[in-house]
């Protein structure tokens, strides 16, 4: 079997990210006995990755470097803000345990989109938030092995994502 459309896809991979000063460092290890799933062509993961990977069987190992630009694209200033301590209350109290430098927390943009965004700081002017990916202009590369390939399940394909190892129902 082949990587290939409609197909799902667990890989093992090392990520290692280019910090920018001493250049590639690790990131992110999945191993084998844990794969990262992924429906083939559905566009859930970047379309470089997926070139790489098209048409290998179980067992070929895999290498890419995605430079920001096929990545997470670059960093953007405007995607930092700063929001008002009084919009984080959770039932009417102040949410002091969301408040911390270093928590990522799933907001919703103006169209009413999932983002998430990682405080910076916090100050008397408010909660710094910034909503870059965390890559966001880094570098990538990724050294893997393909570990699993099978058919999608017809709800896997209509809902284009993998649901499980097997497969599973929503109930």
Do not use: C, W
């Not at 290939?4 to 991979?13: L, T």
């Not at 280019?18 to 990262?36: A, R, T």
């Not at 566009?43 to 920001?68: H, R």
């Not at 997470?72 to 700063?82: F, L, V």
């Amino acid at each position: 079997m082949k990587v290939e459309k409609n197909k799902v896809v667990g890989i093992s991979y090392q990520l290692k990210v280019d910090d920018g000063e001493s250049g590639m460092v690790d990131f992110e290890n999945v191993p084998e006995n844990q794969p990262f799933l992924f429906l083939f062509g559905t566009g859930a993961v970047f379309p470089k990755f997926e070139e790489a990977l098209e048409g290998k069987s179980i067992g070929d190992e895999f290498s890419v470097f995605l430079d920001f630009e096929d990545a997470y694209g670059d960093y953007y200033e405007e995607r930092k803000t700063i929001i008002p301590k009084a919009n984080f209350k959770q039932e009417g109290k102040k949410a002091k345990d969301l408040l911390k430098v270093g928590a990522v927390i799933p907001m919703q943009d103006d169209k009413g989109n999932q983002v998430k965004g990682e405080i910076t700081k916090i100050d008397y002017m408010g909660v710094h938030m910034d909503f870059n990916p965390p890559l966001a202009a880094h570098d990538l590369q990724f050294d893997g092995k393909i570990v699993l390939i099978r058919d999608a399940q017809p709800e896997e394909i209509e809902h284009g994502h993998v649901h499980g190892p097997d497969g599973h129902h929503h109930h």
